[in-house]
């Protein structure tokens, strides 16, 4: 396991109305470095039309203090749970 994947990660949601963004534009709005973005999380799209999206950042890049600015840019930081079935499957 590297020392990223050990690392707290949290979800927060971008306004981007024009277009995609990529992840340089996305650490630009949340006003954090891109290397407090994981890459391989990327850009999630939540609600295109009205261009919202999703990335997963480093807990210990998002400055002190949260909740987050609600500048309507962005918001979170959202929990970033693991998600995995209970049990074993049925047949």
Request: aromatic residues 6%.
């Amino acid at each position: 396991m590297t020392a990223q994947a050990e690392r707290l990660t949290v979800l927060m949601t971008i306004e981007s109305p024009d277009h995609v963004p990529d992840l340089r534009e996305a650490a630009k709005i949340l006003d954090v470095p891109v290397s407090a973005l994981d890459d391989g999380f990327g850009i999630i799209a939540v609600d295109p039309a009205k261009g919202t999206y999703t990335v997963r950042v480093f807990a210990d890049a998002l400055p002190e203090g949260s909740p987050w600015r609600d500048d309507g840019k962005t918001s979170g930081p959202y929990a970033d749970v693991v998600i995995e079935p209970f049990g074993p499957p049925k047949a």
